[in-house]
């Protein structure tokens, strides 16, 4: 067992039985109080989330996972197959394992996927940005280019985010993958 001090983002911890990874962790020290830790985890299993304080001197169960490398190949009913290029081994992935990114993940994107100690993926992340084409978007008016005015669009993806009027149909951009927000145009 460890102290919650040993734990970090993104680490795994298992707490009541269940598995959970932690999303955000604060050390807080308010005015003349104790000193505590604000923990906020994502349960594994449901994708539920929770926060919770914990003392200094409070003990958790860290669980080691192996991260690999995976590139997803195809969408199988509400699991993605995803196969390690070495070899070539594929494996199912929840969608829930992904969260809210899961709407930027086409074929071929290299993604991190957390296993367990039985080889069972727990966990899934994109990289930070990917290139997506836009697919749809309404014309932008001419001369509307004083504020910084954006319109919906539609990715090759089905996502669907804001861009500047600027962008037109057919063209590649850079979206982040976290916020869901474009970044740039790539040519």
Not at 7 to 22: A, T
Not at 48 to 76: G, H, M, Q, T, W
Not at 168 to 183: A, L, P, S
């Amino acid at each position: 067992m460890a102290t919650i001090s040993d734990i970090s983002r993104g680490s795994f911890v298992r707490i009541d039985g269940e598995l959970l990874q932690v999303i955000e962790f604060q050390h807080r020290t308010p005015g003349n109080l104790r000193a505590f830790y604000q923990v906020k985890m994502r349960n594994v299993k449901n994708g539920k989330l929770a926060e919770n304080r914990y003392r200094p001197s409070d003990s958790v169960e860290i669980v080691r996972v192996e991260v690999k490398e995976y590139v997803f190949s195809y969408k199988d009913g509400n699991s993605y197959v995803c196969m390690n290029n070495e070899t070539y081994e594929q494996i199912y992935v929840n969608a829930e394992s992904f969260g809210d990114a899961v709407r930027f993940l086409k074929e071929e994107t290299i993604v991190k996927i957390s296993l367990d100690e039985n080889e069972t993926p727990i966990s899934a992340e994109l990289p930070l940005s990917v290139v997506l084409e836009v697919t749809y978007a309404e014309p932008g008016i001419r001369g509307d280019t004083a504020n910084k005015t954006l319109k919906p669009a539609t990715l090759e993806t089905g996502a669907q985010i804001n861009i500047p009027l600027f962008v037109e149909i057919g063209e590649k951009i850079r979206v982040n993958t976290e916020t869901g927000d474009y970044m740039e145009r790539v040519k």
